[in-house]
């Protein structure tokens, strides 16, 4: 492995970032087109991230930008649909407005980068959007994707609804709790005190994330502050011990020296001939033996569920989460001293080697593991994940890790709450 430190190199990301703004995007993104949105997100709050948007934009540019969120912005529930092909215009009818409801998810990635673009959400449908929350909501808690054609939830009901319905709502100038936080996490902590996606289920870094992140959005992460309430996640120090764990050598690394790795005892693990018996017919196990040592590696990035490879996405999920379970609700400080609090904890050196060394693209972006070609999710990730490290050798914004956005944009939105504090003036009077 070379000598030299890993480098972002800044100005490829920067061109391949404004591929995607300013250009088509690849053919293999036709089957995205509904999550346009979504793509709208990572695209412009990637080049926010770097620095660029403002340098690389115009504000003719943004302003169109912002008219074209809005106008995917639902008339009657106020949210925000995915992508602009199902609004039907004057052609809008009650016999076709089922093929044209309002997402959850894309009212998040609507709002998100409205603030990231400089908006003020005073075009956003305010009292129509928080009505239409509570319509999404399950009797278990749970919330759904959409209302579907009989005005019910549809569509997932895992801790990612959760985290869109409590960020919007926070975006939106809520506070506090709403009911269903049992939904959010109790229902779904692993034997291991990991978080998945329903009971039973195996437990999974993104959705602890979005778990995580929508308990400080509610204020009931486990705190001294909350000791007088209900709060999630009952084993904290558990759950991080869980993400933590997720830090894996990359064992495919090319450049070790594999002949020097120990060899499993594959033959320790089988059943020998002369085992005790169970009332004669089961062989009993022998004791299990020590697992072997993990190679070392200098590069130590994430994976999303036990015995997994590492993956690019997951070091946001779990750098992330992180950070957000260790502080107040609504964290605004430099991510630098949240991260650096449980330094020792994780290999940032060695996570940043991995995504530097070995998932940056020679293009620009990030793929998703060694050898892949960039794609616009985790590209986007990547750098968050790199914003959550902190090294000033990257020279990226500040990132507030619970809305996954840029620190000024945080602390744009906290203006626009501060203003929503007082009595609505009536986005929705127009």
């Known amino acids: 492995m070379s000598d030299e430190p890993p480098v972002l190199q800044r100005d ?220 999630g996640l009952p084993h904290l120090e558990a759950t991080v011990h869980w993400l933590v764990s997720r830090q894996v050598p990359d064992v495919n690394d090319e450049e070790e020296d594999e002949d020097g790795a120990p060899e499993p005892d594959h033959h320790a693990f089988s059943l020998h001939a002369t085992a005790p018996l169970v009332q004669n017919h089961v062989p009993l196990l022998p004791p299990a033996p020590s697992p072997p040592p993990l190679p070392a590696s200098a590069f130590g990035g994430f994976n999303g569920r036990c015995n997994k490879p590492p993956d690019t996405c997951y070091s946001f999920w779990v750098c992330g989460s992180l950070a957000v379970s260790q502080h107040t609700p609504f964290p605004i400080l430099k991510l630098t001293s949240k991260i650096l609090s449980r330094a020792h904890l994780i290999s940032a050196e060695r996570n940043r080697a991995f995504l530097l060394r070995r998932t940056q693209h020679a293009i620009g972006g990030f793929g998703k593991t060694p050898g892949a070609v960039p794609d616009i999710m985790h590209s986007h990730l990547a750098l968050a994940a790199l914003a959550a490290l902190g090294d000033p050798a990257d020279r990226l914004e500040e990132l507030d890790p619970t809305l996954c956005i840029p620190g000024r944009a945080r602390r744009r939105l906290e203006g626009i709450r501060s203003r929503e504090a007082t009595p609505n003036k009536g986005a929705d009077d127009g």
């Open 12 to 231: 490829r990301h920067v061109r391949y970032w404004l591929r995607c703004l300013k250009t088509l995007l690849p053919s293999d993104y036709t089957s995205n087109d509904s999550a346009r949105m979504t793509l709208a997100f990572f695209t412009v709050c990637a080049l926010d991230l770097l620095g660029a948007l403002h340098a690389h934009t115009t504000a003719a540019e943004r302003a169109d930008h912002i008219a074209w969120i809005y106008r995917n912005q639902h008339p009657r529930t106020g949210g925000f649909r995915g992508f602009p092909a199902t609004d039907f215009g004057v052609a809008s009818a009650p016999r076709n407005e089922r093929w044209d409801p309002a997402s959850l998810p894309a009212t998040y990635f609507a709002l998100a980068t409205l603030v990231v673009l400089g908006d003020d959400l005073a075009g956003v449908r305010r009292e129509a959007c928080l009505d239409w929350l509570p319509r999404l909501q399950r009797a278990d808690g749970s919330f759904g994707d959409m209302l579907d054609e009989m005005g019910e939830p549809g569509g997932g009901r895992d801790t990612r609804f959760c985290y869109f319905a409590a960020a919007v709502r926070f975006m939106l100038g809520r506070d506090g709790n709403v009911e269903g936080t049992r939904a959010v996490d109790v229902d779904r902590l692993t034997y291991d005190h990991g978080i998945a996606e329903a009971p039973y289920r195996e437990a999974h870094a993104g959705l602890a994330y979005c778990a995580v992140a929508a308990l400080a959005l509610l204020d009931r992460l486990p705190q001294p502050a909350t000791a007088s309430k209900v709060t």
